[in-house]
């Protein structure tokens, strides 16, 4: 329930956030030179910038979490042994759980060091939240090049530019903080259980 109502608190956001951009892109649209004043535009573009790159790591927040409190639900199912920890405990009608409940069944220590199991491609966060988080940085690209695109002042292109290359590496930033937090945590769980 908790992961549910997250989740709704995402795509409300959404609606928000999409509001503010669509707002910004109807007025690009009708943007006219001569009416507008170029800093007027792209001072509403900064303002959409950031509020996305503040949606996008509430994004990666909301992500960390419900893996996190995947985490802790994994440890009380295999406390009361209602899980099954390997393909083998499938046979057991007791667990309730199967192993396709596991969170940690795509991974394995080897060497000291977290690694997928063969075969797997590792997204650390769930399916709902990539999906999101992707988008959002497709939606930073339209806007940066929309306002090119529109705006022939050349100074204004060269701010858009260094602009972009700010907003990709807090995204980067973001991703990679909150995927070394993740398999910190993946790496503590295997760790434990083999102890």
């Known amino acids: 329930k908790n992961q549910n109502s997250n ?6 956001l ?19 030179v001569e009416k507008y004043d170029e ?11 950031i509020l996305l790159l503040i949606y996008f790591k509430i994004i990666f927040d909301e992500g960390f979490a419900f893996r996190r409190d995947q985490i802790v639900a994994f440890r009380i199912l295999r406390k009361y042994e209602l899980i099954a920890e390997s ?5 057991n009608h007791d667990k309730v759980f199967t192993y396709h409940y596991n969170p940690l069944k795509k991974f394995e220590i080897k060497n000291g ?6 075969g797997l491609i590792v997204f650390w966060m769930p399916a709902f939240h990539n999906t999101l988080s992707s988008s ?13 695109i529109k705006v022939s002042n050349a100074n204004f292109r060269l701010v858009i530019f260094a602009l ?8 980067l930033q973001i991703v990679i903080r909150k995927h ?15 102890e």
């Open 87 to 91: 393909i083998e405990d499938e046979k």
């Open 113 to 118: 060091k977290l690694k997928p199991r063969k």
């Open 14 to 32: 959404l609606l928000i956030v999409g509001s503010v951009i669509s707002g910004y892109g109807y007025l690009l649209l009708r943007f006219d």
């Open 136 to 148: 959002i940085f497709i939606l930073h690209l339209l806007l940066y090049f929309s306002f090119i």
């Open 7 to 12: 989740n709704d608190f995402l795509l409300r």
């Open 164 to 171: 972009l290359l700010i907003t990709s590496v807090i995204s």
């Open 180 to 194: 070394s937090w993740l398999k910190a945590l993946y790496f503590n769980e295997i760790h434990s259980m083999k």
């Open 39 to 49: 800093k007027l535009v792209f001072v509403l573009m900064v303002i959409a910038e």
